[in-house]
Nanobody, 123 residues
């Protein structure tokens, strides 16, 4: 099982980035996937998740209306489109595989994690 997060970088406030989470070693369509982030000096927090099958989504309040999660099971990839980025979005972003069939940001439900990709929002 492997998850590889990519797409991070430096962006100005108000800008956009699209993160990708490439999955291998398992059937992506059978699992919910979540995105988490960890800012410097802070605990890791849940950002968004997408369920298997029907693709139901959930967002933490701070990113609602700005971030969009999606999945392309044929490409074994989950995406996180991030728009209207703010300096407080600066963090290392991780994708992870959930053991639950539904969408949840409870970290204990996730068994495999990607290596993280750094997003820096700064002028």
């Amino acid at each position: 099982v492997r998850l590889v997060a990519s797409g991070g970088g430096l962006v100005q406030p108000g800008g956009s980035l699209r993160l990708s989470c490439a999955a291998s070693g398992f059937t992506l369509s059978s699992y919910a996937i979540g995105w988490f982030r960890q800012a410097p000096g802070k605990e890791r927090e849940g950002v968004s998740c997408i369920s298997r099958r029907y693709g139901r989504t959930y967002y933490t309040d701070s990113v609602k209306g700005r971030f969009t999660i999606s999945r392309d099971d044929a490409k074994n990839t989950v995406y996180l489109q991030m728009d209207s980025l703010k300096p407080e979005d600066t963090a290392v972003y991780y994708c992870a595989r959930s053991l639950a069939s539904t969408c949840s940001l409870v970290q204990e439900l996730y068994d495999y994690w990607g290596q993280g990709t750094l997003v820096t929002v700064s002028s």
